[in-house]
């Protein structure tokens, strides 16, 4: 054992406050190093690696783990000190994973016993595991058994580990009742069509990556319908992937911005407010369809209150007034005949949620390419929202005039015109 991991181990079995981080089997050149790891640790000597572990299991510093399967990394299965020391420790929250030389089936088992003694405590937040193929792996649906028990991870990254469909679908299902899920990194694998739709099915993750993967419009389709039912997605980067953005970006801007009813956009989706085609941070503002989605994601991105989104994707999309005409008929009460002003306090309350949804110095042409109007003047939106205001009350007005006259002021005008004749 080097200099450098005889220190690291006195610092481990020291319960050294300064150091944060372990990074196990390090490689021959600094370009394999990861920096943010304080301490690094090698051995061909498989007893130094049960040493570290009694060591592990009595740190309480140490937050994160890096264990690389480098040329003379001798720690594996038979190393149960080691396996023990991570099942007693209660700091570290972060593992990664990496395989690089080929020793895949070695990495895999070392992997899957590193994960079952995480299960033990259960307080990892982040696994990243890198160039680590499962696709042939015997410990690939293991693995995703141990997912199951790791529900307090906020960020999973697969990369370049060779997931197919089918893996995927199983993964799927094990990470869809995590509650504190933020990050899902799945780029660089063999994930297509179907794939895509099962991530699609997921409700309760804030990123998903899955650049350079091999999905279709077919794919990319179906997650884009999904979006209308997904109030956490907030970004998605799809870049290097078999699509066209020209031939998807319609079913995006549907389902941010369905102008079907006034309910439907209400319905549609105000969460998500990145997507990354590889064609810059949004899609190609050169194309009609993409400039729209580039603008209901600024839209979305607006501010983190999505009712507000909602009404500004109203008032863009009814430029002209809203039509008042389904109120006018409403009955609250069982022997109402309809026909009162019970809806109007209701259409006020709304307008005063509007203007704060607006401010007063936003101004509409920022998003003229929401409504697909061109006729939409420019100009503050509190000015436009007055004169929509005011539409809804003439609207009222023209059509129930007889709750806006006093009866009494009715009779006078009807005795005039008999004293006339």
Excluded at 25 to 33: L, W
Excluded at 229 to 249: M, T
Excluded at 302 to 309: C, E, G, I, L, P
Aim: aromatic share 6%; glycine share 6%.
């Amino acid at each position: 054992m080097k200099r450098l991991s005889q220190d690291t181990l006195l610092a481990v079995e020291q319960n050294s406050v300064e150091l944060k981080g372990l990074h196990i089997g390090v490689g021959v050149t600094h370009s394999h190093r990861v920096n943010f790891y304080d301490g690094e640790f090698n051995s061909s000597d498989p007893g130094d690696y049960d040493r570290l572990g009694t060591a592990i299991g009595n740190n309480t510093h140490l937050t994160k783990l890096l264990i690389d399967n480098y040329y003379n990394i001798t720690l594996d299965t038979t190393n149960e000190s080691f396996y023990s020391g991570i099942r007693h420790n209660s700091s570290i929250t972060k593992l990664y994973l990496r395989s690089i030389t080929g020793r895949d089936q070695d990495i895999t088992d070392v992997a899957l016993e590193v994960l079952r003694a995480c299960q033990e405590k259960n307080i990892l937040t982040e696994l990243l595991i890198n160039t680590m193929s499962l696709v042939n792996s015997a410990g690939k649906y293991r693995f995703v058994e141990c997912l199951r028990g790791l529900t307090n991870l906020r960020e999973i990254s697969f990369v370049c580990s060779d997931i197919t469909d089918d893996l995927l679908l199983s993964m799927v299902e094990a990470i869809r009742e995590y509650t504190l899920f933020e990050k899902l990194n799945l780029n660089y694998n063999r994930i297509g069509n179907a794939g895509c739709e099962a991530l699609a099915t997921l409700r309760n993750v804030n990123w998903v990556h899955i650049a350079d993967n091999n999905i279709g419009n077919e794919g990319m389709i179906a997650f884009a319908n999904s979006l209308s039912e997904n109030n956490h997605l907030r970004g998605l980067i799809i870049s290097n992937n078999l699509f066209d953005i020209q031939s998807v970006a319609d079913d995006f801007c549907k389902s941010l911005c369905n102008t079907s009813s006034i309910n439907d956009i209400y319905s549609s989706n105000h969460t998500l407010e990145t997507i990354r085609t590889g064609l810059g941070p949004n899609p190609n503002p050169n194309l009609d369809e993409g400039a729209r989605l580039v603008s209901l994601l600024k839209l979305n991105r607006s501010t983190k209150n999505k009712k507000h989104v909602a009404i500004k994707k109203i008032l863009l999309c009814h430029s002209h007034g809203i039509d008042m005409e389904p109120l006018f008929d409403l009955s609250l009460e069982d022997d109402d005949c309809g026909q009162d002003l019970r809806a109007l306090p209701y259409v006020m309350a709304w307008f005063e949620t509007a203007r704060e949804a607006i401010g007063h110095s936003t101004r509409e042409n920022e998003y003229d390419s929401c409504s697909n109007n061109d006729s939409d003047p420019p100009g503050e939106e509190s000015i436009v929202l007055e004169g929509r205001w005011l539409s809804a009350i003439y609207h009222f007005v023209t059509s129930m005039p007889m709750l806006f006259v006093p009866a009494s002021h009715m009779d006078k005008g009807a005795d005039k015109k008999r004293k006339r004749r």
